[in-house]
């Protein structure tokens, strides 16, 4: 795996020197900071009007419960603003190199093409893990008003990282089929949309069954509700696993198709 | 043994197919350690697909390609190793500055951490970068994209440099620098370079591979070539007198194979290898009260081989 290092280096320098990581970043920062208020406004009206009914039943405050109002609701959301804004980060990252000839270059490197891929991705994922960690800021504010469930909390922030790095890796699988960012960009929301959607169905046997297991909606449920299943990590880890096998392959294929 | 082991690249009977395309056929050829080699021939003859193959961009079709000893397949991750390619139309990344292009390539090429920065102000220096380290690529003028090419390809001093057309597009001035930079590389590295400008190969090249159509035509230095080509020599004279007689007159001196007339007086005579006809020429002309305005030798130029070579193929 030569040239990991050197390849995430100068992702991130290219990510850093040109607008998609600011406006992506800007974007999902201000969508996840206006659900976020919207979510505590609501709360908090609803907290309002729950103190009398409490007074009167004390059992009843148990379900004001800011993981379940605020947070669930909150990671739910970020899922699909990530849906949208994933694509862009990963359809520059090998059809830009096959248009503009520098795959040239990177392929007569001594680099292999697992060191490529990785350096790749783990730079894409660097740059989304600056985006959550700067949603951390939503977490401490609340944090300053009410009590919070750190390990529910922990866990949502798990599935988001799991979710966006499945994104990602099939991101930079449809990256490396085409010389067109666009193309690209385009292969890659529709594909993560079907993924997602093919879990929503009522029938839960035989090939609707199969196809809500393979749903990326449906494994990550569990995680905004502060549940860590083994079932969704594992689906998860395979699925990028699996997308980064398919990249290396594709960029097997090109020295012999040519 | 001993002279296998100094043959830096070994080509044997290598194709490669587009599609259906066949882009080179059956190709041999080999290059000793040290030697500058040109590459040769018209646009479409396959000389970018044999250098790709040799940087191990493209695997052919069939045949084997041996850089080092290592096959340029199976052995690819060592090939690349030994290896700085500059290729054609030398694509760059636009959004780095010339530095972080540069330490990108040094890490990529597995350039030591503390010889990085040096071997980086070496390779800027060699190439005359030094101005402009802090801009960016994309702003960057032709002349300098090139150098920085040839830079990325020198870092960490690859035994065998492959350069692709390295002064196509160039202005004038910029094309002596750069072969003036390529003449420099020639002691320490083996360099093969393709270029279908011709004085420009006769120029860096101690040997020339022509290629046309896919296929290898003449293999051998500049000279040799130019040798082989006629079976004799070319004498040019410039006479004051009737055209039509001196030509007559001209044919008729024993040793000449043939007369060109052009325009304004000149004439163009192909003689017999090994005899120089001059003198006779000279007293010819004099003897019947032509004047004589010129009379001088010429060598056949790489020019007129590779014109010979590849309009023979045509045909």
């Known amino acids: 795996m030569t040239g990991i290092g050197a390849m995430l280096r100068k992702e991130l320098a290219i990510y850093f020197a040109t607008p998609i990581f600011y406006l992506t970043g800007f974007f999902f920062l201000m969508l996840g900071g206006f659900f976020f208020y919207t979510n505590v406004a609501r709360y908090n009206l609803v907290s309002l009007q729950a103190a009398q009914i409490i007074a009167q039943n004390p059992a ?22 990530l849906l949208f804004l994933m694509p ?3 359809m520059r990252l090998l059809a830009e190199e096959k248009r503009s000839g520098t795959a040239e270059l990177l392929f007569t490197y001594p680099l292999t093409d697992w060191g490529v891929i990785l350096g790749k991705y783990l730079a894409a994922l660097l740059i989304y893990a600056i985006f959550l960690g700067l949603t951390l800021a939503y977490a401490l504010v609340f944090a300053g008003l009410a009590k919070l469930d750190w390990g529910a909390l922990a866990s949502g922030y798990v599935g988001l990282i799991l979710l966006g790095g499945a994104f990602l890796a099939l991101g930079l699988l449809t990256s490396s089929l085409t010389q067109n960012q666009i193309v690209a960009g385009v292969a890659a929301f529709g594909l993560l949309l079907l993924f997602w959607l093919i879990g929503w169905q ?19 449920n569990n995680f905004p509700r502060g549940v860590v299943d083994t079932k969704d990590l594992v689906y998860y880890l395979s699925f990028i696993f699996f997308f980064l096998f398919l990249t290396k392959r594709q960029l097997e294929s090109r020295r012999w198709r040519a | 043994m001993e002279a296998i082991m100094e043959m830096m690249i070994e080509v044997q009977d290598l194709s490669k197919y587009y599609g259906t395309t066949l882009a080179i056929s059956g190709l041999n050829f080999q290059v000793a350690a040290g030697e500058i080699v040109g590459f040769l021939g018209p646009n479409g003859a396959g000389k970018t697909t044999t250098l790709k193959i040799l940087a191990g961009f493209l695997a052919p079709s069939a045949g084997t390609a041996r850089i080092g000893g290592y096959d340029c397949v199976s052995d690819s991750l060592k090939v690349r190793r030994t290896l700085g390619y500059l290729p054609e139309n030398v694509p760059l990344y636009p959004d780095l500055t010339v530095t972080q292009f540069l330490q990108f390539a040094a890490r990529a090429k597995g350039v030591a951490g503390r010889q990085e920065q040096q071997e980086i102000d070496r390779a800027m220096e060699d190439c005359g970068l030094t101005e402009v380290r802090p801009k960016l690529v994309a702003s960057l003028s032709k002349g300098y994209r090139q150098r920085l090419g040839l830079a990325q390809a020198l870092l960490g ?7 692709d057309e390295p002064t196509i597009g160039l202005d004038p001035s910029q094309i002596v620098e750069i072969r003036q ?7 320490d590295h083996t360099v093969i370079l393709s270029s279908h400008i011709l004085p420009e190969v006769s120029q ?6 022509i290629i046309n159509r896919g296929r290898i035509v003449a293999s051998d230095t500049a000279e040799n070539l130019a040798r082989q080509l006629g079976n004799g020599s070319r004498i040019a004279l410039t006479v004051q007198g009737p055209k039509k007689e001196v030509a007559a007159a001209l044919k008729a ?8 007339g052009q325009e304004n007086g000149r004439y163009l005579v192909e003689t017999v290898r090994d005899r120089d006809l001059r003198p006779e020429l000279a007293r010819l002309v004099v ?6 305005l010129e009379l001088k030798a010429q060598e056949f130029t790489l020019e007129d081989v590779f014109l010979n070579l590849v309009t023979e193929e045509e045909v």
């Open chain 1, 202 to 220: 009522q029938e839960s046997s035989g090939v609707a069954g199969l196809l809500t297991a393979l749903s990326l909606a449906e494994h990550y």
């Open chain 2, 157 to 163: 001093r690859p035994p065998l440099l492959i350069l």
């Open chain 2, 181 to 187: 930079l390529i003449k420099e590389f020639a002691g």
């Open chain 1, 88 to 90: 862009l980060l990963t």
């Open chain 2, 287 to 292: 003897e019947r009260h032509w004047r004589l």
């Open chain 1, 60 to 81: 009843a405050a148990s379900q004001l419960n800011a993981q379940t109002m605020v947070f669930q609701p909150l990671f739910e959301v970020m899922a699909i603003i």
């Open chain 2, 253 to 260: 001196v024993p040793g000449v194979k043939e007369v060109a």
């Open chain 2, 204 to 209: 860096l090249c101690r040997r020339v591979i």
